[in-house]
């Protein structure tokens, strides 16, 4: 098991930054994928990006080339700077890890993109 909680959150004017981070209960160097999700309000849950253990990043081709996935494995944290922000970034956004044949979610935090 492993209990993920994330912070960073908040409201944004278009073009501006946020940082995400995902705390983890324990070592991300134990951990073989990591990864962000979103959902906006009436849109399904999409992946956004993920990290994996031996270093190989995938990110959607809607924030490919703004955001960028990393860790901290110091801080047991997976963080997602998000720059050049658009409305329609606007979502709730969600760390996930799968392990050991089970899924795990943490609580979501929300950012808010205004135009």
């Known amino acids: 098991q492993v209990q993920l909680v994330e912070f960073g959150g908040g409201l944004v004017q278009a073009g501006g930054s946020l940082r995400l981070s995902c705390a983890a209960s324990?070592?991300?160097?134990?951990?073989?994928?990591i990864s962000w999700y979103r959902q906006a309000a009436g849109n399904q849950r999409e992946l956004v990006a993920s990290?994996?253990?031996?270093?190989?990043?995938w990110y959607a081709p809607s924030v490919k080339g703004r955001f960028t996935i990393s860790g901290d494995n110091a801080q047991n944290t997976v963080n997602l700077q998000m720059n050049n922000l658009n409305p329609e970034d606007s979502s709730v956004y969600y760390c996930?890890?799968?392990?050991?044949?089970?899924?795990?979610w943490g609580q979501g935090i929300q950012v808010t993109v205004s135009s």
């Open positions: 996930y890890v799968p392990l050991a044949g089970h899924t795990h």
């Open positions: 324990q070592s991300i160097e134990k951990i073989a994928l």
């Open positions: 990290k994996s253990r031996t270093g190989a990043e």
